[in-house]
């Protein structure tokens, strides 16, 4: 099977992302590039809406960065479990210091990738 996928997507384990806006945990992150991610959430949110979020990544010396990222909801589908909601984002504003940081540890020796 190709790959066609512009940017490396990294398998993410159990990693709550934030809505900056209300600060309410908003889901969990199930993978990660450095253009976008996809979420699973408990509930719809709205299509097409733009979010400010965080999440905090944990590098291979075990230290956390909080990672803000500016993103738009592009697609949702319904999970196989009951009230679960996959969401996949493209991301339209992040700091370049966390592009950078993103890369590396979507990099980081040992990743697993989608």
Known sequence: MNEYRRAKRRKVGDIDVIDTMTGQPVGKLSNLSETGMLMILGQP?????????????????GSNRNVDVGAHELWSDDAAAPGQVWTGFRFIDVG????????EW??????QYV
């Open 106 to 111: 979507v990099d980081a020796p040992g990743s």
């Open 96 to 103: 370049p210091e966390d592009v950078a940081y993103i890369r």
């Open 45 to 61: 949110i709205i299509s097409d809406a733009l979010f400010q979020l965080r999440f905090t990544l944990t590098s291979e010396n």
